[in-house]
């Protein structure tokens, strides 16, 4: 079920309710404002981008895509909210903020900088601001022609190439191709190292929670359960939703009750009830960051886990 409905028990904020008004916006009474309908805006406005409606509803609906053409053209020639700016820009800010990380880290975290910082960028105060690692990855391949595997350790950031890529560049053979070489870590283990870490995570107990991308997109964390429990853990799959983070929509002051809102329908009870030597394993960056922010707990990525089973880590 949509995740923002099943918060806000409001037809407005359900997929069929933002799929009517979209309607409404192109060939009803709302055909006079066009895209810059305010009233379709607010609609999307709690849209996570989830892409659940995609694969659940039985007409599969693409909202995640449709809000990103509504925004696209209801801000066609006219400046964005800062934040949109702030947050689309993360990975330049994160690029700069790297060449001295210890100091980003002060200002995010300092307790006269980072109330400044979420007052401008629209963060709720009750939200931590992630921190940079001391050290950045940087990808070392160069050669781009040869049909290398792509590997991906975050679903979200893997189904942009799966998904969207495609449905952008439909008739581009590079984006079909690229489509081709994209593996998330566990299905390219399953398929290349089956068998990998066997018998070496014996009488561990596992809780994993699904990316929302990885459920609509790559069918769910089954192979990640499947290597798991070959390698000897109990898994059991917490039978929950959205965790209500997705990328910054969580962070953002005025949809911080729903985000918590969407966190407590499952994730969160599972997590605080679970024992403390149990492991939780979530692949998705937001979930890791909301089971930290709301549940108090440290999840593991699913490669942070299987590298203890082959002395690897670090
Ligand atoms: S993408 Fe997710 S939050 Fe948005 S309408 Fe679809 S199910 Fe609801």
């Not at 990316?211 to 929950?240: D, S, W």
């Amino acid at each position: 079920m949509c995740p923002s409905y099943r918060a806000t028990g409001d037809e407005q904020h359900s997929t069929r309710g933002r799929a009517r008004l979209l309607w409404e916006m192109l060939a009803g009474d709302l055909r006079s404002e066009g895209f810059r309908s305010e009233a379709v805006r607010e609609a999307l406005d709690l849209c996570l981008s989830c892409k659940a409606c995609k694969t659940e509803c039985p007409v599969a609906v693409d909202m995640a895509g449709y809000k990103a053409e509504f925004l696209a053209h209801h801000y066609e020639g006219r400046l964005h909210p800062l934040q949109h700016y702030i947050f689309g820009y993360a990975d330049k800010l994160a690029r700069w903020g790297s060449l001295a990380p210890w100091l980003t880290n002060a200002i995010l975290t300092g307790p006269l900088t980072s109330p400044l910082i979420k007052y401008i960028a629209g963060v709720a105060r009750e939200r931590e601001l992630p921190k940079l690692a001391a050290k950045s990855f940087v990808a070392t391949r160069t050669n781009h022609d040869d049909p290398f595997a792509l590997i991906f350790l975050e679903p979200s950031c893997a189904s942009v190439f799966k998904d969207e890529l495609p449905e952008l560049f439909p008739n581009d053979p590079r984006a079909r191709k690229m489509r081709e070489q994209v593996w998330l870590l566990a299905d390219w283990l399953s398929a290349k190292a089956p068998g990998f870490g066997a018998g070496r995570l014996n009488g561990a107990h596992i809780l994993i929670h699904g990316h929302c991308h990885h459920k609509a997109v790559f069918g769910g964390p089954k192979k990640e359960i499947a290597l798991l429990r070959e390698a000897g853990a109990t898994v059991e799959p917490i039978e929950a939703g959205c965790c209500g983070m997705a990328g910054p929509f969580g962070f953002e002051a005025d949809k911080f009750e729903v985000s918590k809102k969407i966190a407590d329908h499952g994730l969160l009870a599972a997590v605080k009830g679970a024992a403390p030597t149990t492991i939780i394993v979530a692949d998705g960056f937001s979930c890791r960051e909301q089971i930290l922010q709301l549940g108090h707990t440290r999840a593991l990525h699913f490669a942070e886990v299987l590298a203890q089973t082959c002395g690897c880590r670090g």
